[in-house]
């Protein structure tokens, strides 16, 4: 494979991951898959399950113990945020290494670490003595995109 078609396909992959991390983010309701909210991935759904409850309406032989559902991860926007930003990381230093000029390869790779660290900031629970309001909010999420739009679109 050529140089200019390596390029290509890692701009066109990382525009696609982009914009499903972008959507699957705002699905999520942010970076939660970080675990730097109180409600992150990692920590898994809340199902109401406790380890005991009394059966006092029902006779032993009647008694359901059955558990909880099981958590399906690949069900989370969290999973699909993680894997497309995991994707455009690795399009972004494919397409740096493509393009075999410092300068231009480091922001190709320090753009979407930046839209991240933005997204995270903003996300509800990260800093508790923030409390955000919803026009910020946005701006800061469009900020975030531009960073990374403006430099994948300038060259």
Same mark, same amino acid.
């Given at each position: 494979?050529?140089?200019?078609?390596?390029?290509?396909?890692?701009?066109?992959?990382?525009?696609?991951?982009?914009?499903?991390?972008?959507?699957?983010?705002?699905?999520?309701?942010?970076?939660?898959?970080?675990?730097?909210?109180?409600?992150?991935?990692?920590?898994?759904?809340?199902?109401?399950?406790?380890?005991?409850?009394?059966?006092?309406?029902?006779?032993?032989?009647?008694?359901?113990?059955?558990?909880?559902?099981?958590?399906?991860?690949?069900?989370?926007?969290? $999973?699909? !945020?993680?894997?497309?930003?995991?994707?455009?990381?690795?399009? @972004? #230093?494919?397409? =740096? /290494? *493509? &393009? +075999?000029?410092?300068?231009?390869?480091?922001?190709?790779?320090?753009?979407?670490?930046?839209?991240?660290?933005?997204?995270?900031?903003?996300?509800?629970?990260? $800093?508790? !003595?923030?409390?955000?309001?919803?026009?910020?909010?946005?701006? @800061? #999420?469009?900020? =975030? /995109? *531009? &960073? +990374?739009?403006?430099?994948?679109?300038?060259?």
């Amino acid at each position: 494979m050529t140089r200019a078609r390596v390029l290509l396909a890692a701009r066109i992959t990382g525009h696609i991951a982009w914009w499903i991390f972008i959507v699957a983010t705002l699905f999520a309701g942010g970076i939660t898959w970080l675990g730097l909210d109180d409600e992150g991935v990692f920590s898994g759904p809340s199902t109401g399950w406790t380890a005991y409850t009394p059966l006092t309406d029902a006779t032993v032989g009647i008694a359901n113990f059955t558990g909880p559902a099981p958590y399906e991860w690949w069900t989370e926007p969290e $999973v699909f !945020s993680a894997v497309a930003f995991a994707i455009v990381i690795i399009a @972004a #230093v494919t397409e =740096a /290494v *493509a &393009v +075999r000029r410092v300068v231009p390869a480091i922001v190709t790779v320090v753009a979407p670490v930046v839209a991240l660290g933005i997204l995270i900031v903003v996300t509800p629970g990260v $800093v508790d !003595s923030w409390q955000l309001g919803t026009m910020t909010t946005m701006g @800061a #999420v469009l900020l =975030a /995109v *531009a &960073v +990374r739009e403006f430099w994948a679109r300038r060259h």
